[in-house]
Structure formats: C-alpha cells, structure tokens
C-alpha cells in the first residue's frame, strides 16, 4: 500500500529543491516511474502534477534571459523584492497588491519579474518581485545580469528572507547585488512570521545588523500593514493634495522629500512653472492655514496647495 500522497508531495518536492532543466526533468520522469498508476483518486492528481511540472519546466529552461529584460515603469516609485528562491516574495507580493501569480514551497516558482501596484497612503507604488538569485548571479549565471539590470532602475529594495531558512542564502544575494554595484535604499524583510522557530529573528539580526528588520506574516493584515509603513518611509516620498476654490483633489501627487511649490507647478504642466505667481499652503510645512509663499517653499508631507496665477 502506497505511502499518504501529502507525505509523498513533500518528499517530492523536496527531491526538486535546486534541481533545474535537465535535471531537473530527469527527477520529475525518475518520481513518475515510482508514481501508482491510479487513473482517480489523490494518486492521479498527484501524477498530473508532476507531468505538469515537466512540461513547466521544459518552458522555463527555453527562456533566455537578455540584458534587454525591462520593467515599465508604474506609480509613485518602484521598490524591488529580492532574496534567494523561496523567500516569500511571491506570497508577500501577491498579498500586498492582490494580483494573482504563481505560488509554491519550492524553489524558482518566478522565472521572470512579475510587476504589480499597491496603493499605500493613497499613493500608487511599484512592486517588481526579481526572480531568486543564486551565486554567479553578477557573472550572468541563471540569467542574472538581467535581474540585476531591472533592479538597477528600482528606486528601493526590499530583501526577503523566510525566517527559518538559513540567512547564508540571502548573505550571498546581497553579495550578488553589491558586485553589480547597485546601492539602493533597502530594508530586510523577515517573511513567514507565523511559521519562525524560535530565536530565528535574533539570529537573523545578528546575520544581518546593517539592514532595518520588518516582520511580517501574510496571514496578519497588521504585519502587512507595518510593512507598507516602511516601505513608504524607505522611498521617501511626500504627498502633496491640489487645493482649487476650497475644493481639495481627493488624490494626492507624490514628490520627492525636499520638493518645492515650483515643483508641484510643473507636476500640474509644465509651462505653468515658469508662469505661476506663488501659492497658498494649508498643512505641516505652513506658519498658519492659507499662508501665501513663494515658489521656493519646501513643502511638507499632507501639504495642501492652491497655485496662484
């Protein structure tokens, strides 16, 4: 009698843990041939799957990845989510925006980058989850100078780390990312909260004392919403609300910290910054509601703006 086909789903997947290509089909037709050849039933399922994943996999070994592979551009900024595979960056980006991708507890799920928007502070960012890096990665091993090339445009980088994998994997990431010479923004996530033994956040900490550290579970709507906290502190962004006849536009536009009424002037056209006579602001970087400035007023976060012509 054949062993329960969850215990055999396991011990499946982890005979594929970083297993690509050629290789990768040899284990999967291997895992076939060992399979019950049950016409119904969860046996049946289980062979569709691993047929599935051939198939899957023949696929993914035809993509080449060029230097040419490039992300359009979306929303307010474009923060990038890397780490090694399975690090929890697929569940985290499609519980941050809701769009719908691949999912699975193996490694390479993302074989390409996957963009998605999220709205944080009424504010549209980015996400572009960078498929998982491996050693070599600078040197164009799995397509990695590609990789690195979409990560070089981001704005910020989120590095992922499940917290009951051994930081190493993500040491070696980080280690790809500073060859290419990218230096971004970037704060440590610690995914799968729910699931971290304990002592697996300390010691990741220690493994990694340069980088701020969020937790986060996908399962806990608060942890989610910390994170987009950080995340809008780590692009760095105000928002700026357009005020006309005391009606007050209900999106905001987003400018760099340290932006100017002249900004705001060119955000709304570009020849009204060269023609606009001043503003009134009501908010954070005003002495009082309605104070009337000049073009060169640094402007604060939640500011309200009225162009004056």
């Not at 990665?137 to 990560?151: F, I, M, P, Q, T």
């Amino acid at each position: 009698m054949p062993i329960p086909h969850q215990t055999h789903m396991r011990l499946i997947r982890r005979r594929l843990v970083g297993k690509e290509g050629s290789d990768r089909i040899r284990e999967l037709r291997a895992i076939l041939n060992e399979l019950p050849n049950y016409k119904n039933g969860p046996y049946a399922d289980l062979r569709k799957w691993v047929q599935a994943q051939v198939e899957e996999t023949r696929v993914r070994s035809r993509i080449t990845q060029r230097d040419s592979i490039a992300v359009r551009r979306e929303g307010a900024a474009q923060v990038a989510l890397v780490g090694p595979p399975n690090g929890g960056k697929s569940s985290l980006l499609q519980a941050l925006s809701n769009v719908q991708i691949k999912v699975g507890d193996y490694a390479f799920t993302t074989v390409r980058p996957v963009p998605a928007l999220t709205r944080i502070g009424g504010v549209l960012v980015q996400l572009v989850e960078i498929p998982g890096l491996i050693p070599g990665a600078a040197d164009d091993r799995g397509g990695g100078r590609a990789l690195l090339g979409v990560l070089r445009e981001a704005d910020a980088v989120l590095f992922c780390q499940d917290l009951g994998a051994n930081p190493e994997s993500l040491r070696e990431v980080r280690a790809e990312v500073a060859r290419a010479g990218i230096e971004l923004p970037a704060l440590l996530v610690a995914t799968k909260l729910d699931d971290a033994p304990a002592g697996a956040l300390e010691a990741l900490e220690r493994a990694m004392p340069d980088l701020p550290v969020v937790t986060v579970s996908v399962l806990d709507d608060r942890s989610l919403a910390d994170l987009r906290g950080a995340i809008w502190d780590l692009v760095d962004l105000i928002r700026v609300h357009l005020r006309h006849q005391g009606e007050v536009a209900e999106e905001p536009i987003a400018l760099p910290r340290g932006a100017t009424v002249a900004d705001v002037a060119a955000h709304i056209h570009g020849d009204l910054g060269a023609s606009f006579a001043g503003a009134r602001v009501w908010g954070p970087s005003g002495r009082f509601d309605g104070q009337r400035v000049g073009k060169d007023h640094t402007l604060g976060d939640g500011d309200q703006v009225e162009i004056l012509r």
